[in-house]
């Protein structure tokens, strides 16, 4: 062998050498990808912080599918933890969504065991090193449980916080919407979305065969509650015009997304604040009287 040709040996034996090490040293964010040894490393590289992308099976009106919060909050997910290294919990969906049950392909489980089930979710994963647990949220029904489920947790000790970030907001300055009014549920801003995340699954032309008006069928201050508010609004469990979606908007929408999920793992990762002052509170609930101001 020439010179040059022992030399060019050495180098690309050097390259795969560094390329087979680097491929053994990036750790899939997913916990079910993960080896057990790597599992415990991501705890480690992670800090313990760990997502838990919930979504939701529910009708997405005329034109989107089922699972379109599900595949949205993971997508969302899987690439803010590309940018601040965190574990990803395996598809979640277990959420609430009573007011879609007269919709096909809706699953709406008890609401004790959806309490039951992400309490004792949160309490493997806490048990498995995941002492911050985001709970990102990509379901609009859910936006009443998971304050409440996060609440709760002052209940009973627990050695892990919860943190819960809200779904995805349009965000001011983005490509002007073609759609006027509530746009809450399948409209504009999610069918948009999920043109830039799963376009094969998005079915355009079928988002004008169903009407997604506000049809304002109750009669009653705002500030009064009702369950059935949203059937009432909109019965045909869409809210909004998909058929107005463009692929700018949702790329403008899912970065700000993004963007937000990376800022809330970077702060909860700096804080080390709530589980102190968690522990505080836990020993003080045990003896009321002792508090002092
Ligand atoms: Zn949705």
């Known amino acids: 062998m020439s010179k040059r040709g022992a030399y060019l040996c050495g180098l690309v034996a050097v390259l795969f050498t560094a390329s087979a090490i680097s491929a053994q040293t990036k750790l899939s964010p997913k916990w079910e990808e993960l080896t057990a040894a790597d599992f415990r490393q991501g705890i ?20 989107l ?18 940018q601040e290294y965190a574990i990803v919990f395996p598809e979640y969906y277990f959420g609430q969504i009573f007011e879609a049950k007269h919709e096909p392909g809706t699953v709406a489980y008890s609401v004790e065991l959806q309490l039951k089930l992400l309490q004792e979710t949160t309490d493997e994963m806490a048990r498995n090193g995941c002492k911050k647990i985001i709970i990102v949220n990509g379901h609009g029904g859910n936006e009443h449980l998971l304050p409440f489920f996060a609440q ?15 779904g995805e907001r349009s965000r001011p300055g983005g490509p002007a919407k073609k759609s006027s009014g509530v746009d809450y549920h399948a409209g504009e801003n999610e069918s948009s979305n999920t043109l830039v995340t799963h376009p094969d699954l998005v079915h355009l032309d079928r988002a004008a065969i169903e009407s997604g008006a506000d049809q304002k069928r ?19 469990h869409y809210s909004g015009d998909g058929s107005a979606a463009t692929k700018e908007l949702g790329e403008w929408n899912m970065l700000g997304w993004i963007s937000s999920i990376v800022e809330a793992i970077r702060s909860v990762k700096a804080d080390d604040a709530s589980l102190k002052i968690q522990n505080e509170f836990y020993e003080k609930a045990k003896h009321p009287l002792d508090t002092r101001p």
């Not at 699972?67 to 933890?81: F, I, K, P, Q, W």
């Not at 109750?218 to 045909?236: C, K």
């Open 44 to 63: 480690q590289e992670s800090k313990g912080t760990c997502l838990v992308p919930f979504g939701i099976l529910e009708k997405h009106g005329p034109h």
């Open 65 to 82: 599918p089922l699972g379109t919060d599900l595949l949205n909050v993971r997508y969302a997910s899987l690439h803010a933890v590309e």
């Open 152 to 166: 709760a947790q002052m209940d009973k000790p627990h050695d892990y916080v919860v943190y819960v970030l809200d």
């Open 218 to 236: 109750q009669n009653l201050p705002e500030f009064v509650y009702t369950g059935i508010w949203w059937y009432a609004r909109f019965p045909n």
